[in-house]
């Protein structure tokens, strides 16, 4: 006795099934819980940009407030405490100690800037030690311009 075909809705389909689908889920998470720590702003480069990027920014807000308040501004280094304070604000900027931080000798007190828009020229080193990098921020005298340099010594 011959039995009649099954019917199309009970062959099996093309495609992926709900495990194949939930396991390349998974191996795609685990991949980038393994990749992502690698790129974290916590490796030597990015970490000592970052950190180059907030003294300046707190450099220029102090230039700015000099010109529009008509009176000089100190921004003030500190080598013992570790930090760039605001002369013209509460803002300070901490160098954490896996940061080795110098000064040229112009700068050991801080960065003056003045209402005509020039500064006491100079440069603060951010480096991080054993790596290789070096950056430095860099406040030029005549026009007050605060930029940074990569691979200065």
């Known amino acids: 006795m011959r039995t009649a075909p099954a019917p199309r809705s ?3 389909q093309a495609g992926f099934t709900l495990l194949e689908t939930v396991l390349a889920l998974a191996l795609i998470g685990l991949v980038a819980t393994l990749a992502l720590p690698r790129g974290s702003p916590r490796d030597g ?3 000592l940009r970052i950190k180059a990027y907030e003294v300046m920014a707190l450099l220029r807000a102090d230039r700015d407030a000099a010109r529009a308040g008509g009176v000089p501004v100190l921004a003030r280094v500190d080598l013992v405490e570790r930090t760039l304070r605001s002369g013209a604000s509460p803002r300070a900027v901490a160098l954490p100690p896996r940061i080795a931080v110098r000064v040229s000798e112009g700068l050991a007190g801080g960065v003056r800037f003045f209402p005509d828009g020039t500064a006491t020229g100079g440069e603060i080193f951010l480096a991080r030690p054993g790596s290789g990098n070096l ?8 026009t007050a311009a605060v930029d940074l340099d990569e691979g200065r010594s």
């Open 10 to 12: 009970l062959r099996p």
């Open 135 to 142: 950056l430095a921020v860099r406040i030029d005298g005549l």
């Open 45 to 47: 480069a990015t970490s």
